[in-house]
Structure formats: C-alpha cells, structure tokens
C-alpha cells in the first residue's frame, strides 16, 4: 500500500507542468508564474509542521540552507525548461534527477556506487536522444528544453542528496519546511522583474499558476511525507520514476482535451518515439536503483 504514495504523485506532476506551460504561454509569463506556483507550493508544505515532533538543530541551519538554494534553482530551471519547449519532453526528463543523486553520491562515497549506475546513465542518454525526436536535428530542436531539465535535475539532485544525507541533523520536517521557504523568499527577487502587477494577470492564466503550483505542492509533499514516515526510498523513488510515462501518456491521449495540442502538431512518429524514450528512461533509473 506505501507504493500509492509515489504512483500518486507520479500520475500529479505531469498536470503540473501542463497548466504551468499553459499559464506561461496564456498571459502570466515566466516570471511571475514561477513566483505564484512557488508561493503556493509553501503554503502546501507548511501544514507539514503539524507532523513534527522534533526541536530544529540550529546549529546545523546551513545544510536545509544549502538544499533550499539547489531547490530553487531547480524550479527557475524547471520553468525555462517548460516554456522553453513541449511538456512531453520536459516531464520525463524530470526522472533522470534520480541518476545525478547517484552521481553526487559517487563523488560522496564512491564505494557505496555500483557499476551498474554507469550502464544506467548510458540508457538515460539514449532516452534523452529519443525524447528529442531520435534525430540531430530534433535534439536540436529541443536541445534548450533538454538542457534546463538536465539543469533542473541537477539542482534537484543536489537538494535531494542534502535532504538524505544531512535532514536527520537538522530534523527531517523542518528541513523541508526551510528548504522551500527559502524557495518563497528567492521567489520575492522576481517582483522587480514583472513585466506587470500581478492583478494585471488574466484571471485564468494566474489560476493555472496557482494550480500548477498546487500541484507541484501536493504531489511533493506526499512523496516527502511518505519517505519520512514509511522509508522504503529505493521502491518509493523508483515507482515515482513512472512519471516519465505519464507526462507523455498524458498529452497523447487528453493533451487535447486540457489545452494541450503537442501531440497534434508533432504527429504519432514524434509521440512514439517520445514513449519508447520515457520507457527506457525508466529502465535507465531501475537500472541506477
């Protein structure tokens, strides 16, 4: 039953980056939708607090710090990336965080690397190949996508391997607490950059910011919640690597239906290719587990 946590935040985030894309392109724009979705996204982790039952080590107030600073560069890679190109690039892309943790925990503790992690990053390049379009000139194409997600994952990466190696000498909730109000506050070094106040924002395009910040919130705070509490982070991470197949499912099949037209204008050749890249890029990130 633990394994519904990750399928569940699994099947949440490619609607994330659908109505983020969406609030981006309808009139919100980049910044300010990064700074809507990161205020919500703190609103949805702060609850978490009610579920601590530990004092924070202030002592150790640097390493939540840290995280937060690679978390929020993670999420301004995260939006470039979507508007940068298609969702069904971008959100499968997301699942090779888990082979930089591997990686950042190779230059950590090396012994505790197995080779196969190796073979894994190798499948994780070939998946990126075909999510690019299986093409030089597709990857090109997407090669700015492909790069801010390579960067996303990366921040990402790092914030995860703080969170697993240092959460416990701070306490484990308040570190995530900290970790994205670091996120919130970051966020506040936009406002100069607006192009236009935040009401001049469409009404629909600010609610698809706030909900693709909802989104992001919950399916978060459940994973994080759940690896808290429950452990099992090898199964957990690796049912929540799936998302890579359900960002792409998503837009094939209802893309269209949620405002979504990628798999129109890029024909079932492109999508095709896109699910045999999100498939072997799970492989890549079982392999890697």
């Known amino acids: 039953m633990y394994l519904l946590a990750p399928l569940t935040s699994a099947l949440i985030y490619p609607f994330a980056s659908l109505f983020l894309k969406r609030a981006i392109g309808e009139g919100a724009g980049l910044l300010r939708t990064a700074f809507l979705s990161n205020i919500v996204l703190f609103a949805v982790f702060l609850p978490a607090l009610l579920f601590n039952q530990q004092a924070p080590q202030w002592s150790h107030l640097g390493w939540p710090l840290l995280a937060g600073l690679c978390f ?40 505790e690397v197995p080779p196969l992690l190796w073979a894994g990053s190798a499948l994780a390049a070939l998946a990126i190949f075909l999510l690019g379009g299986a093409s030089m000139k597709s990857l090109r194409d997407n090669s700015r996508t492909v790069l ?3 960067c996303a994952c990366a921040c990402f990466g790092g914030s995860d391997s703080l969170a697993g190696y240092r959460s416990a000498d701070f306490g484990r909730i308040p570190f995530i607490i900290v970790m994205v109000a670091v ?74 239906k949620l405002g979504n037209h990628e798999a129109a204008q890029r024909g079932h050749a492109v999508m095709t290719k896109r699910l045999a890249g999100a498939c072997l890029l799970s492989v890549a990130v079982v392999t890697v587990f």
């Not at 509490?229 to 359900?246: E, K």
């Open 72 to 111: 929020f560069g993670g999420q301004v890679f995260t939006f470039l990336a979507i508007r940068a190109g298609d969702v069904s690039v971008q959100a499968p892309l997301m699942g090779i965080k888990v082979i930089f943790v591997a990686l950042f925990s190779f230059f950590l503790k090396p012994d």
């Open 148 to 150: 801010w997600s390579l």
């Open 183 to 256: 996120v919130a506050i970051g966020s506040l070094a936009f406002i100069p950059f607006f192009t236009a106040p935040l009401n001049k924002i469409p009404r629909h395009a600010r609610n698809l910011a706030m909900a693709g910040g909802l989104a992001i919130g919950i399916q978060g705070i459940i994973l994080n919640l759940s690896l808290t509490f429950l452990g099992q982070a090898t199964a957990m991470n690796i049912v929540y690597s799936t998302r890579a197949l359900w960002g792409v499912l998503l837009i094939w099949l209802v893309g269209h």
